[in-house]
């Protein structure tokens, strides 16, 4: 049967009357094809395949992902878009489509076939006096020739994945294929994610899921500019592995897949997606000299939340939501911070994973990235008054407030931000961020891993271009997804010490701050001695040295350095000095430094008045402490051996073991700094601290860091606050660990147990007992607030909690060992253990270690129970492995946990059930459990 209707809104064509649903059974016994709007059905591809996806509506007018209009009848040809922006003719006709009666094989070739066809239809219709369809115009523009591109006949195959109807040479969607991955890009920008799913069942129908939806936010500029496929590169099986949209000199979109690389550019051997082994890369540039504001321009790719599910990663926050979009994380400058603007702090990554197994990758060499999760919406002009943001330093943070705010406290906009601007600027409206690197300006280069490097340039300037380089990959499950972000990343090169793994650190710090000299450091470790607990390092913190940046002993304070070090080494303690990259103006390193070139310059001062009010000269800043201080040029081949020798210097004439580097973030540079080596992106600076002098020492610990995964230092966490909340308190350090994690940092240090006591607000009795029995199976922990000092009943119970960590010690450093050469967590999410156990997905108050013992800590203030959530397999408690047993997949109800109790479960072996008491086996969860 031949075509003989053309539907939709098509200049020239026709429209459907009103009232011809009441006659389609007459028309179709005439032999005629006439379908509606609301009568029509989507074209199929076959079995278990929609090619138009469920994507959620754009602000962009974005056209169905399969071209089609939605709705359209089975076997319809999409029409191609009308370019009229030049005035132009083109072979396209906007938001319609060819019926065609016989199926895709038997579409009608042009509109003005199409025209004919249906004048005869409305001649015929008239002369029997019923009504028909209704021509609108005399003239139409020239429809082109369309192909089919024929799916694989058999779906069952997810590397044949079937492509889309394509217009000859301008495709309004494209299908990308690798592996079982699929992604929709359409000429609007989005893109939508899919994955083969075998069958659960032995002879099932594989299923293809829905993993994410996402577009590029189009600058304002592009609103009458149309995209266009202009580039499309298919393997030797036909299937599409590279696709490019234009839209005109304003933006562009490329994405390949990541096994192909087609574009030409191929990825380096430190490019952050050379080692990606599946899934798909995507660069969205826009060009910011053809935007009217260059200076803030910016190439935005945005990731729906909502559809990808619940969502982990990014880096340490001062409030850590586990997951991620519990909170409303605010649209900011991504590099490390000591509490930043929008809450990022010290460790920051660029990869997210979600619980449908999605994974997503940022370039984390964006010059001016900046990145927001499910950021709060506005909520009208009071916002612009009272929600700026700003980064401070010491007393400052006091009173703002810990970010990121809770979803419920504002409602988010869904969506996780991936933007490359122009430059750092303060932005506009509500929640702006004002923070150190405004008005700083990245090296001018070409960045390592272009998808489209090695390529002969479109434009004149392409340094005009900004670009966004994201990685998407669709994985079976969370897990999968972690360990391919993983494997991108650069291993270790061997485990921390195994002292520090086996025993405590010791710190001066929150015990004595800036009070500490020799007396008191000897009498705190004869009293760890006294209280008999485990050590393995003294660390003598803030303020031993008689100058910032002096690497020297204040000899009033420490008399006979290396009589303390001799006599902490005789009582058992490794000796490790505080020491940070700044050096105050009134020391001998500075006199030596400045002449030489080793300090970051600058010329710039923030405020007029910071010269009168805050003493500042150019390329000082302030920081925590007193007096302003400058930053060793890191970049600086030449400060950096002389920085380090200074060090070993210190190590050899006293005897010291190590050093707990702190500091290292870009936020405490002076404004419009200047380096030796210009940085492309403010945490190069980070970077080069971690890697070119703390790698350098065996023990030593850092507390920053971004792309710094491949040495075997401790990570610490930020300094937190003695409370029990998750704004930086107790309750976030559960969630911190792992995200630390799950972003490739395993050897992660918590902060020192009980907190800091900033503000004079110690912690009591109960926190500081839960905070020992929380941290107590971290992969290492620290001290130093004194568990005597709070009473004989929390020494007691404190050493209680590290008798336990003795019955897993073993096991932490064989985990050690494992992940410098894999980066697998050693204290991993409750979902690593049951990846597609959704009851695991939000459980921010457990976490497993390796994969066999699971450690359930109270973190609420005045809770004796709590439930705990086992999955699959037998556990027992640690503290009595020959008694109850428990069946794992389900939850423990109000587990009883004293203040004396930790709660936590060890799995029972495999061939160990047999000697399992079934009378004391619990098939359903208890309503509580009572000591016996």
Not at 30 to 53: Q, Y
Not at 141 to 147: G, S, Y
Request: aromatic content about 8%; hydrophobic content about 40%; proline content about 7%.
């Amino acid at each position: 049967m031949e075509a003989v209707a053309v539907l939709g809104s098509i200049p020239g064509v026709l429209r459907a009357p009103a009232g011809v649903n009441r006659r389609r059974n007459r028309a179709r016994a005439r032999g005629s094809a006439i379908v509606t709007r609301s009568a029509a059905r989507r074209p199929s591809l076959g079995r278990g395949v929609s090619p138009e996806p469920e994507a959620r509506e754009s602000r962009q007018h974005a056209a169905p992902l399969n071209g089609s209009v939605p709705g359209a009848p089975r076997g319809a040809t999409p029409a191609p878009k009308s370019n009229s922006r030049e005035g132009t003719k083109t072979n396209a006709v906007p938001l319609g489509f060819i019926v065609a009666a016989g199926g895709p094989s038997s579409v009608a070739t042009s509109a003005v076939e199409a025209l004919a066809k249906a004048k005869k239809l409305a001649e015929d219709a008239a002369r029997r006096g019923v009504p028909g369809p209704r021509v609108v115009a005399s003239t139409v523009t020239t429809l082109p020739k369309r192909k089919v591109l024929e799916s694989d006949p058999s779906l069952m195959n997810p590397a044949r994945a079937p492509n889309l109807l394509e217009t000859a040479g301008a495709p309004r969607s494209v299908v990308l294929v690798d592996g079982a991955s699929r992604l929709w890009i359409t000429e609007d920008g989005r893109v939508q994610l899919r994955r083969w799913k075998k069958a659960k069942t032995p002879g099932g129908m594989p299923t293809e899921d829905l993993v994410s939806t996402a577009h590029v936010q189009l600058p304002k500029e592009c609103v009458d500019v149309p995209g266009t496929f202009t580039r499309t590169v298919r393997d030797d099986d036909g299937n599409a592995i590279g696709a490019e949209v234009r839209w005109g000199v304003v933006a562009r979109l490329r994405v390949e897949s990541a096994t192909s690389r087609c574009f030409g550019g191929g990825a380096g051997v430190d490019d952050w997606s050379a080692k990606l082994a599946e899934g798909f890369v995507a660069e969205f540039s826009v060009n910011a000299e053809a935007c009217v504001e260059p200076e803030h321009a910016m190439a935005e790719f945005k990731v729906d939340v909502d559809v990808a599910g619940d969502w982990f990663g990014g880096g340490h926050l001062m409030k850590q939501h586990w997951p991620l979009n519990l909170g409303c994380w605010e649209v900011g400058p991504h590099y490390p911070f000591d509490n930043g603007p929008n809450g990022i702090n010290t460790l920051v990554a660029t990869h997210w994973v979600t619980s449908r197994g999605l994974a997503v990758l940022a370039d984390p060499d964006t010059p001016y990235l900046h990145v927001g999760l499910n950021a709060p919406k506005p909520k009208g002009a009071w916002d612009s008054l009272v929600s700026n943001r700003s980064f401070g330093v010491g007393i400052q943070n006091a009173t703002r407030l810990i970010l990121p705010m809770k979803q419920g406290e504002r409602q988010g906009d869904g969506v996780l931000r991936l933007q490359a601007r122009a430059g750092f600027h303060k932005g506009r409206g509500a929640f702006s961020m004002d923070h150190p690197m405004i008005g700083w300006e990245a090296k001018s280069s070409a960045v390592v891993g272009s998808i489209d490097e090695g390529l002969d340039r479109d434009y004149e300037d392409e340094s005009q271009w900004l670009s966004m380089r994201v990685g998407l990959l669709a994985l079976d499950n969370v897990k999968h997804a972690t360990e391919a972000c993983l494997q991108t990343l650069k291993k270790p090169s061997g485990a921390p010490p195994s002292e520090v793994i086996r025993a405590p650190i010791w710190t001066t710090w929150a015990r004595y701050k800036q009070n500490v000299d020799q007396r008191k450091t000897l009498t705190f470790a004869r009293e760890i001695l006294e209280n008999k607990l485990p050590r393995s390092v003294m660390e003598i913190d803030d303020k031993w040295q008689s100058g910032y940046g002096e690497l020297d002993f204040d000899p009033y304070k420490f008399p006979d350095p290396k009589g303390m070090v001799d006599e902490l080494h005789a009582m058992g303690f490794k000796v490790t000095l505080w020491v940070m990259p700044f050096i105050e103006e009134d020391t001998d390193a500075y006199r030596e430094g400045k002449p030489l070139g080793y300090f970051v310059e600058s010329d710039h001062l923030h405020h007029p008045f910071d010269a009168i009010v805050n003493g500042l000269k150019p390329g000082f800043f302030k920081w925590w402490n007193a007096p302003p201080v400058v930053a060793l040029d890191v970049t600086n081949p030449a400060a950096v051996e002389w920085f380090v020798n200074r060090l070993e210097s210190l190590r050899s004439r006293y005897g010291i073991d190590g050093y707990k580097f702190d500091a290292g973030e870009p936020c405490f540079l002076p404004r419009h700094f200047e380096t030796h080596k210009p940085l492309t992106h403010p945490s190069e600076y980070t970077r080069c601290w971690v890697q070119n002098v703390a790698a350098r020492f065996e023990l030593a610990e850092v507390r920053t860091g971004h792309h710094t995964t491949g040495t075997s230092l401790l990570t610490r966490m930020g300094d937190r606050f003695s409370d029990w909340g998750t704004g930086n308190g107790l309750r976030s350090i559960i969630p911190t660990l792992l995200t630390s994690g799950i972003t490739g940092y395993p050897f992660c240090l918590p902060d020192m147990i009980g907190g800091n006591a900033y503000f004079g607000r110690f912690p009591d009795r109960e926190l500081l007992v839960r905070w020992a029995q929380a941290n107590a199976l971290m992969p290492a922990l620290q001290f130093s607030l004194a568990p005597w000092d709070v009473g004989s009943e929390a020494a007691d119970l404190t050493r209680r909690s590290l008798e336990i960590r003795e019955m897993v010690v073993e096991k932490l450093v064989h985990l050690t060992e494992a992940a410098a050469h894999s980066l697998e967590p050693m204290c991993r999410p409750m979902w690593w253990l049951a990846p597609e156990d959704e009851e695991t997905y939000r459980i921010q108050d457990q976490f497993a270690v390796g994969d066999d013992v699971i450690v359930a800590p109270v973190v609420e203030k005045g809770k004796t129970r709590r439930d705990v959530y086992l999955t699959e397999g037998l556990w027992v408690e640690a503290s009595d492995p020959h008694g109850k047993v428990f069946v794992g997949g389900q939850w423990t109800r109000d587990f009883l946990a004293p203040l004396e109790k930790l709660p936590c479960f060890m799995r029972v072996a495999i061939g160990e059930e047999e000697y399992c008491d079934v009378g004391d086996m619990w098939e359903d969860p208890p309503a509580s459990n009572s000591e016996q």
